[in-house]
C-alpha cells in the first residue's frame, strides 16, 4: 500500500463537487481510502488517525484543499490523482470560464445562435411560462423541461403554439428526441422510421430505446407533457405532433404512448388517427387494450418495430408471450429460494411511467398493491417512507424530491430504501429501474453496487435497464456490473414486473 | 437583472471577488461577505437575491440604495431589505404541537438526507454509510465531540450563570464544540454546520426565555473560530440569531405549520449544499429537543 497527499491552495469547490469527487475516487479500482476535505485541525487529526495524514499535509491551512490517497502502488495513485485534477478542472470550467460568455436572456441567446429554432427552458415554474411566451413569439420551439407550470400558462401557451404552427413540448417534459438530438433526458437512439408522441417521459425513454436495441430507428420522439391528454388541456400538442409525424417524411410508423387520455381526449386522439395513412400503435397504459394491441411499453415497441419491417404485429406479440412463458420457469426457481415469510414486492422506481405500468401489471397478479402515486387498482399509500404490502414508489415524487435531485441523478435516497426494504423480513423481490443517457447518472452500476450487493443476500432484486449501447453509460456494461451485485437484469420494465409478480404469485400470495 | 432582496447585513463598500459557484458569487472586503445568490438559494443576511447570476465581474460595489459591478446595477429600495434575526418564541406553540413538529422533522432528516450527512446522530443506522477507515474516525470523532457538548448542556443549561459559568460545564463544552469544529467533508465542514445549527437552537431557546443560554453561545461560538472566511461568517451570524429565510420559514413552521408544511421546509433545507443543510438542521433540532425536554 502506498499513500500519497497534496494540497490545493486557495482552491474553492462547493460541497457537491468536493463530495462527488471524495466518492469516485474511493470507488476506483486499487484505491483503499482516500479523503476530498479542507484542511482544518479536526481533519487532519482525522486523517492521522486513518492513517493517511502524510508529511506533505500537515503544515495545510484551514482554507487549503487536501487530497489524501491510500492505494495498492504508485501507478493507481498517479491515476487516481489524475483522475481527481480532471474532476476538479471540468467543475472549475462549468462555474467559472464556461458561464463567461453565457448569453443572459433570450435576446442575447438568439444574438449568438440565430439559426436556433428550439428553446429548452429550465427555469423555476413561476418564471418559465414569461419565458415560453417570449420564446413562441421569437418563432421557437418550446421544450418546457421545468414544472409548477399554472395550468392556464399551459393552455394559453399551447393555444398560441397552434396558432403559429410549432410544438410546445411540457411543462414538466424531461424528454425529446428531435431530428437525431437528444434533448434533456434522453438515450443515443438509432435514426430510423419510427416517430412517438408521449405523455410519459419514461415511457419515450422505453420505447425509444427497445426500439433501437432491436435494430430499429426513431424519427422523432416528441413530449408532450402529462397533462397535455387532460381534458383541461384538451391534448393539444398530442394532437399537433401527431400531425406534425404524419406530415413527416421520415416517418413510417407512429408510436403513442400515455396513461389513459381523459375521454374527450382519446375520442379527437381517436379520429385524428383515423385521418392518418401511416400505422399507428397506441399504448394508453391503464387502459384495457383490443385484442392484438400492446398492454405494455415493451409490447408497444415491439409492435411498432414489427410494423416498420413490415411483418404482423401479432407475431412480435406471440414471441413476447413465449418470452413470458419463460419468465414463469425462472420466477418458480426464485421463489423456491426464498425464506418463510418472505412474500411482498416493493418497486423502487425513478420514472413515474415505470411506476405507473409497473402498477397496471402487478394489479392484474397479486392484491392488495400500495403506491404513493397510485394509478387504476394501486392503492394510495399513507405514509410513503413505510411500505405496506406489495409497495412500489414513485421516487420522482415531490415528497421525495423536494430539496434535492431526482432518482435518476441521485441514487442515496433508492440506496437507502433499498437496504431498509431487504431488511424487511416480508419482503421477497425488489424491482430497481435503471435509466440511462444523456441527463442521468453517470455511473449507475457503481453507485448501486454495494445496496444492490446487500440486498440481494436476503432477497431477490430485479432491475431492468432502460437505454443503449451507444448511451455514455454503456446499457450492456451496466447490465453487466448489476448481475455481478447480485441482480437479475431483465430486458424490460415490463419483464421485470412480470418477473415479481410470477415470484410473488409463487410464494403464495396469488390475485 | 432583477434584485429581488438584500440582506440586512451587507454593508455598503467595495468587494472583490472571493469564490464563484454555481448558484452564489461570494465577495468580500477583507474582513466581511456578501453573497450574490439565485433565487433558489433565496433571502440571507448576507445575501443579496438577484434572479440572473451575472457571470462576469470580479468586484462588487454596494451603496446605500444600489449594487453594482463594472457590467451590471441592480437598484433596491428599504423593502427589499431582508430582515434575519430569528424573531420567534416558543411560547407562540403549543408545546405538544410543537414536539410533534420536531419528530417530524427528525422523522425526515433520519430518512432522506444525504448519507454522508450527521443526521446518523438521528438515527445510528446511518453509520453503515461510512464505511472506509477515514469515515469512521469522523463519525467517532463527531459522536463523542456531540456527546460532550450537550453533555454540560443538561446540568449547565439550567444552572447557567453568565456572570460565572461553571468551569468543569464550561470546558466540556469547549472540548465537545473543538472535536466538531472543521471536521467533516464538504467545503464548509459538517462540524461546523451541526455548530450553527446549535447556535441557532440556543438563540430559540434563550429567545424564548426558557434557557438562560447566554454564556453557552459565547462558550461555543469562541471555541469554534475559524480561519475560513465562510465558516467564520455564517457561525458569527448564528451566535446572532441571524438566519436565511429558508431557516426562519422552517422555524415559523415548527411552531405553527401541519405536516405537510414542515416536510416541505425540512426538504427546502435539505437541498442547501451536498450536506451543509442536512447537518445544520440536525445541529438545530438536537439542540432544541434537548432544550426543551425535562
Redesign the interface.
Known amino acids: 500500500m502506498t499513500i500519497k497527499g497534496q494540497i490545493r491552495k486557495g482552491a474553492y469547490f462547493d460541497s457537491v463537487t468536493l463530495m462527488r469527487v471524495g466518492r469516485e475516487l474511493s470507488g476506483l479500482n486499487g484505491v483503499s481510502d482516500a479523503a476530498v476535505v479542507m484542511g482544518t485541525k479536526s481533519n487532519k487529526a482525522i486523517l492521522a488517525s486513518s492513517g493517511l495524514l502524510v508529511d506533505a499535509l500537515k503544515h495545510a491551512a484551514d482554507t487549503d484543499l487536501l487530497i489524501a490517497v491510500k492505494a495498492d502502488n504508485e501507478k493507481k495513485l498517479t491515476s487516481a490523482f489524475a483522475k481527481v485534477d480532471e474532476m476538479l478542472r471540468s467543475s472549475t470550467r462549468k462555474t467559472e470560464t464556461a458561464g463567461e460568455d453565457r448569453p443572459g436572456g433570450l435576446e442575447d441567446a438568439l444574438r449568438v445562435l440565430p439559426g436556433a429554432n428550439t428553446a429548452l427552458i429550465s427555469v423555476a415554474g413561476r418564471y418559465a411560462g414569461g419565458e415560453a411566451l417570449k420564446a413562441l413569439q421569437n418563432g421557437l420551439h418550446v421544450m418546457l423541461f421545468s414544472d409548477n407550470v399554472p395550468l392556464e400558462t399551459e393552455i394559453e401557451l399551447k393555444q398560441l403554439a397552434r396558432k403559429k404552427g410549432l410544438l410546445v413540448m411540457g411543462p414538466g417534459a424531461g424528454t425529446a428526441i428531435i431530428n437525431g438530438v437528444p434533448l434533456a433526458f434522453a438515450n443515443v437512439v438509432k435514426r430510423g422510421t419510427i416517430g412517438v408522441v408521449a405523455a410519459a417521459g419514461t415511457g419515450l425513454q422505453e420505447v425509444t430505446s427497445i426500439i433501437t436495441n432491436q435494430g430499429e430507428g426513431i424519427s422523432q420522439a416528441i413530449g408532450t407533457g402529462g397533462r397535455d391528454v387532460k381534458k383541461s388541456v384538451g391534448g393539444i400538442m398530442f394532437l399537433e405532433a401527431m400531425k406534425a409525424l404524419a406530415a413527416d417524411p421520415g416517418t413510417k410508423v407512429i408510436l403513442l404512448v400515455s396513461k389513459p387520455p381523459d375521454p374527450p381526449v382519446l375520442r379527437r386522439i381517436a379520429a385524428a388517427a383515423r385521418a392518418i395513412r401511416k400505422p399507428i400503435v397506441q399504448l394508453f397504459l391503464g387502459a384495457k387494450p383490443k385484442a392484438g394491441q400492446p398492454a405494455t411499453l415493451e409490447e408497444a415497441a415491439h409492435v411498432a418495430v414489427a410494423l416498420a419491417r413490415g411483418e404482423e404485429p401479432a407475431t412480435a406479440l406471440q414471441r413476447l408471450a413465449a418470452r413470458d412463458a419463460d419468465i414463469a420457469k425462472l420466477a418458480k426457481r426464485q421463489a423456491a429460494r426464498r425464506k418463510r415469510g418472505q412474500r411482498y414486492i416493493r418497486g423502487l422506481f425513478s420514472g413515474g411511467t415505470f411506476c405507473a405500468e409497473a402498477q397496471v401489471i402487478l394489479s392484474e397478479m397479486v392484491s392488495g398493491l400500495f403506491c404513493n402515486a397510485p394509478t387504476g387498482r394501486g392503492r394510495r399509500l399513507k405514509d410513503p417512507l413505510k411500505s405496506r404490502k406489495h409497495t412500489v414508489l414513485d421516487l420522482g415524487e415531490e415528497e421525495f424530491t423536494q430539496g434535492r435531485p431526482h432518482p435518476m441523478i441521485d441514487y442515496s435516497l433508492r440506496n437507502k430504501r433499498l437496504l431498509e426494504e431487504a431488511a424487511d423480513r416480508q419482503t421477497a423481490v425488489i424491482l430497481l429501474d435503471v435509466v440511462i443517457g444523456y441527463g442521468s447518472n453517470m455511473s449507475p452500476a457503481e453507485e448501486l453496487r454495494d445496496a444492490v450487493r446487500a440486498a440481494s443476500r436476503k432477497v431477490c432484486v430485479i432491475c431492468s435497464v432502460t437505454g443503449t449501447a451507444q448511451d455514455p453509460q454503456k446499457a450492456g456494461r451496466v447490465a453487466e456490473r448489476l448481475k455481478k451485485a447480485g441482480a437479475m437484469v431483465m430486458p424490460s420494465n415490463a419483464a421485470a414486473c412480470k418477473l415479481a409478480g410470477e415470484i410473488a404469485r409463487d410464494l403464495g400470495h396469488a390475485h | 437583472?432583477e434584485l429581488t432582496s438584500i440582506g440586512d447585513e451587507v454593508k455598503p463598500g467595495r468587494y472583490r471577488l472571493?469564490?464563484?459557484?454555481?448558484r452564489a458569487v461570494n465577495f468580500t472586503d477583507g474582513r466581511r461577505l456578501v453573497t450574490l445568490v439565485t433565487?433558489?438559494v433565496g433571502a440571507g443576511p448576507l445575501n443579496i437575491v438577484v434572479?440572473?447570476l451575472p457571470?462576469?465581474g470580479s468586484a462588487l460595489r454596494v451603496g446605500r440604495y444600489s449594487v453594482s459591478n463594472a457590467h451590471h446595477r441592480w437598484a433596491f429600495t428599504s423593502e427589499q431589505t431582508y430582515r434575519s434575526p430569528l424573531s420567534y418564541s416558543l411560547k407562540e406553540a403549543r408545546p405538544a404541537f410543537f414536539r410533534k413538529n420536531l419528530r417530524v422533522m427528525e422523522?425526515i432528516l433520519a430518512?432522506?438526507a444525504?448519507?454522508?450527512s450527521l443526521a446518523f446522530l438521528l438515527d445510528p443506522q446511518r453509520t453503515?454509510?461510512f464505511s472506509?477507515?477515514?469515515e469512521q474516525?469522523?463519525v467517532r470523532?463527531v459522536q463523542e465531540g456531540v456527546a460532550k457538548m450537550f453533555r454540560g448542556m443538561a446540568r449547565g443549561i439550567r444552572s447557567d450563570d453568565p456572570g460565572s459559568p461553571p468551569r468543569a460545564v464550561a470546558a466540556t463544552v469547549v472540548a465537545g464544540v473543538?472535536?466538531?469544529?472543521?471536521?467533516?467533508?464538504?467545503?464548509?465542514?459538517s462540524?461546523d454546520d451541526f455548530i450553527a445549527g446549535h447556535l441557532i437552537g440556543l438563540n430559540l431557546l434563550q429567545a424564548s426565555g426558557l434557557r438562560d443560554c447566554r454564556a453557552r453561545i459565547g462558550w461555543v461560538y469562541h471555541a469554534a473560530r475559524?480561519?475560513?472566511?465562510l465558516?467564520r461568517t455564517f457561525l458569527r451570524l448564528a451566535r446572532e440569531g441571524r438566519v436565511t429565510g429558508k431557516q426562519k420559514d422552517l422555524v415559523e413552521t415548527l411552531l405553527d405549520g401541519d405536516e405537510e408544511r414542515v416536510?416541505?421546509r425540512?426538504?427546502?433545507?435539505?437541498?442547501?449544499?451536498?450536506?451543509?443543510?442536512a447537518d445544520l438542521a440536525t445541529g438545530f433540532v438536537v439542540t432544541v429537543q434537548r432544550g426543551i425536554s425535562r
Open positions: 437583472m472571493h469564490s464563484r459557484f454555481r433565487p433558489e434572479r440572473d457571470r462576469q422523522r430518512g432522506e444525504h448519507p454522508k453503515t454509510g472506509t477507515t477515514l474516525s469522523f470523532r473543538r472535536l466538531l469544529s472543521g471536521c467533516g467533508f464538504g467545503l464548509t465542514p462540524g475559524s480561519s475560513n472566511l465558516t416536510g416541505s425540512v426538504r427546502d433545507l435539505l437541498g442547501t449544499g451536498a450536506t451543509s443543510g
